[in-house]
């Protein structure tokens, strides 16, 4: 054992103040994600989080992660949140994506569906403000830096869309010479032609496209891969190849039609509107379809002056299509037929009509949605002047045919296709997908286009989601939501073209990256406490409770010459759990579990919680816990208690503010010079001449620390329940015994229940003790003769993370007398 201690001369707490030595705590920053579990977890507040000097490279924060482009949202936000400028930004966001005006107007931004902010109110509203910083670089003219210097080999890539685009962008910046094919007379791909304009004004996509090409990206126009020039043509004539031309026709029906009937492709209908081309409409239309291509077709025709009824085989839930898009176009007055299919048009008389089906969802398909059955007999009729299908998207073959899989070019993870030096990526090799996937497919395919010219292979690096799913921050506050608005309905069909969804002003830009946590930024250590320094009591808690197993302890328990010792064996470190089984030494749990019975694993495995989730508490539950303690034995089997459950948040709070602040007292003033600090000792010494702990006045004075948020802890832990125990004033046979076992029941009862709970003694104390917190509280909590005085407060709740794994403890010698 290391280490070595004196005894105080003194029973009660010494002097100097107790301060184990740093307890070598060690953090694997690899692991960590500053998820704070351990500070709120932590009995004597003696942890806290601190900045990192820099963020693990081996994690992202939950934006960047599930952000298709892999934009490093969090460092961006964080530049923005301490004033930095918007071009510093934008640079940062365009380090992965070149485009962020188009994917901040059309991507319906999985980064916001992870946000851990989530966790407090709302996600960041990341999208507008990429938004925002995208519009900004186009006002101010920012544009790309060309290289430095110019490399000798040059790239081919097939189509202008966002993932060609994207490519040819990173590439060009690598130094290549980038000569970009495009089918078309504009650059752009889908976003140029089939994004209607009230979502993308094509301005915005013209900007954005020219300043990738300024870069000194050849551009050439009207020029189609297998028509105007073969693959092996550019295999000749390039070091590499990548094909991204998109996924530009529509997918066709199982019934006919008439020639003579107004029936258009989906993608179709849209390219003829953007380009202004004459179409025969009338007064009613169908749309079949339920993907955002038959949405932005059927918003397109209530612009034009249509009734718009769209046809949809499936419910709600399985629509592919954005919901946001979906409920804009309800506001339009679009409407929307659900679990539906035409089967058939025909004629009668001058006007044509859909037979339809009515459906109903079967097993599950292959795309794990259920697979629409028809209803005998349900067959019903519905005019129409024109139709629209928009039933799905598929790959122009000619020219690719070699490299075809089933229905879309063959690639891997990386771009790679099975002929050397040709890639391909984005819609024509994953199918129709987000404008982000495709930047990031482009921008993968840039990265192993590099590598295979300098020879070397290509990798994905394995990083780690920061994930604060269930994880509670009460200690944050909780700010609105910066929301851009939409322009009014009737604005909108009058004004067809103009852009509904509006961007965020100045004042909102300031204040929403404000909002971000900084996920993976900060780490935890240890916190001088007030008056006490820096203090471990050796629990272990916070390497238990934290859930990427982050902590380690890899140094013994030491306390330092002239500071307090316990007055029992010097405590041993060992292995995992107690050693019931006379084992050779402590082992793991789930290694003798079998051999334990159910209430020593109970016993084992069981911890104080101090974190818990935002999840009442059935009252069943609460009275199970309270009836286990109600079988719990006494002296003289008196059973001299009376339970008070307590749900009222607010009353908590405001019990625990008041609590702290009578017992800060206290701490305050032993820590202090002159009489009161010596008549207070001395008292001590005469009440509780045993007493040789410190703890309970380090945590109050940590539980003031400012990093609680609104300057101070929640004693109870912002827990959902508090059980106070209240014993009776007659009961005078060993009472502290009875209630320390009636509780002890009560959270072993509570944890095999699956929840978790908290011995708290400083509320007990303050009401005891502090006139007005009793005067304040007491008759809100029954406090009366003979139930006037409170044993102890147990806190009950779900835990927020598992806190019964395994850890390194400390175990006192036993002697054995035989």
Not at 272 to 286: A, R, T, Y
Not at 525 to 550: L, T
Request: charged letters at 20%; a positive charge.
């Amino acid at each position: 054992m290391s280490g070595s201690f004196k005894p105080s001369k003194f029973k009660y707490v010494s002097d100097p103040p107790v301060s184990t030595k740093p307890f070598g705590i060690e953090v694997d920053r690899d692991k960590c994600v500053g998820c704070s579990v351990c500070v709120k977890q932590c009995p004597v507040q003696s942890i806290e989080m601190v900045p990192r000097k820099e963020p693990s490279q081996r994690q992202q924060a939950a934006c960047q992660y599930n952000c298709p482009a892999g934009i490093d949202i969090r460092w961006y936000m964080q530049l923005l949140s301490k004033e930095g400028s918007y071009e510093d930004a934008w640079r940062t966001i365009t380090e992965t994506n070149p485009m962020p005006a188009v994917t901040g107007r059309v991507c319906p931004h999985p980064c916001e569906n992870s946000c851990n902010r989530r966790g407090v109110d709302a996600a960041l509203n990341i999208h507008g403000m990429e938004r925002f910083i995208g519009d900004y670089a186009i006002d101010k003219g920012l544009s790309f830096a060309r290289p430095a210097k110019v490399l000798g080999e040059k790239i081919a890539v097939v189509g202008s869309g966002p993932s060609g685009m994207s490519c040819a962008y990173q590439l060009a910046r690598l130094g290549y010479q980038v000569t970009v094919y495009e089918s078309g007379s504009k650059p752009g791909g889908m976003l140029t032609w089939a994004i209607p304009q009230y979502r993308l004004p094509e301005s915005v996509v013209d900007k954005e496209m020219k300043r990738i090409i300024d870069m000194g990206i050849t551009m050439k126009l009207n020029v189609a891969i297998g028509k105007d020039i073969t693959l092996d043509d550019l295999k000749k004539n390039f070091n590499a190849v990548y094909l991204a031309p998109g996924a530009q026709n529509s997918s066709s029906v199982s019934f006919g039609w008439d020639k003579e009937a107004s029936v258009y492709p989906g993608l179709d209908f849209l390219r003829s509107v953007k380009k202004n081309q004459p179409l025969k409409l009338g007064g009613k239309v169908i749309v079949v379809g339920g993907g955002n291509t038959a949405i932005d077709a059927a918003r397109t025709a209530r612009r034009m002056g249509s009734e718009v009824t769209i046809l949809y085989r499936r419910t709600i839930a399985e629509m592919p299509a954005h919901q946001t898009e979906v409920e804009a176009a309800r506001q339009e007055g679009v409407k929307i037929e659900f679990l539906c299919a035409p089967v058939q048009i025909s004629k009668d008389g001058a006007a044509w009509k859909a037979i339809c089906q009515r459906m109903q969802l079967g097993e599950p398909d292959e795309s794990g949605r259920g697979k629409p059955v028809p209803v005998q007999g349900s067959e019903f009729d519905i005019a129409f002047d024109a139709l629209i299908i928009a039933v799905g998207q598929n790959l122009k073959s000619e020219g690719f045919e070699r490299l075809l899989g089933s229905s879309w070019l063959t690639s891997g993870i990386m771009g790679n296709t099975n002929e050397k030096g040709v890639f391909a990526g984005g819609d024509a090799a994953q199918g129709p997908g987000l404008v982000s996937e495709a930047v990031g497919a482009g921008k993968k395919a840039a990265l192993a286009i590099d590598a295979f010219i300098k020879g070397k292979e290509a990798t994905v690096p394995l990083v780690k989601e920061i994930d604060y799913t269930g994880v509670p921050f009460p200690e944050i506050k909780k700010e609105e939501r910066s929301e851009s608005t939409d322009i009014p309905v009737k604005q909108r069909l009058s004004q067809p073209d103009t852009e509904v969804c509006t961007t965020l002003n100045g004042n909102q830009v300031s204040a929403e990256p404000k909002r971000c946590l900084g996920c993976g930024l900060n780490e935890p250590n240890f916190a001088g406490v007030q008056y006490f320094g820096k203090i471990c009591i050796a629990c272990h808690d916070c390497q238990a409770v934290c859930p990427q197993e982050a902590l380690v302890f890899p140094h013994f328990y030491n306390v330092e010459e002239g500071r307090f010792a316990y007055d029992f064996d010097y405590p041993e470190v060992g292995q995992g759990f107690p050693n019931p089984l006379q084992l050779d030494k402590p082992v793991p749990l789930s290694e003798i579990g079998d051999k334990l019975t159910g209430v020593e694993k109970v016993l084992y495995s069981r911890r104080s919680v101090r974190v818990y989730k935002d999840q009442p508490v059935p009252k069943e539950l609460i009275s199970r816990v309270i009836e286990a303690g109600r079988f719990a034995p006494s002296a003289g089997n008196c059973q001299g208690w009376k339970f008070v459950v307590v749900t009222d948040r607010k009353l908590l709070q405001d019990l625990s503010d008041s609590s702290l602040k009578f017992l800060a007292i206290f701490t305050k003033l032993y820590q202090g010079r002159g009489l009161g600090r010596t008549i207070l000792k001395k008292a001590l010494a005469f009440i509780k001449p045993n007493s040789i702990d410190q703890r309970p006045m380090a945590a109050i004075q940590g539980s003031l620390a400012p990093r609680f948020g609104e300057g101070m802890a929640h004693c109870m832990f912002h827990a959902p329940v508090a059980i106070f125990l209240l014993k009776h004033s007659l009961h005078i046979s060993e009472p502290e015994l009875g209630m320390g076992i009636l509780g002890q029941n009560m959270v072993l009862a509570a944890h095999s229940l699956g929840l978790g709970t908290c011995y708290v003694g400083f509320v007990a104390n303050a009401l005891n003790l502090d006139p007005i917190t009793k005067m304040k509280f007491g008759k809100k909590l029954g406090l009366a003769w003979p139930y006037s005085s409170v044993s102890i407060v147990i806190t009950l709740g779900y835990p927020a993370v598992q806190v019964d794994k395994p850890v390194d403890r400390e175990f006192p010698k036993i002697n054995w007398v035989e």
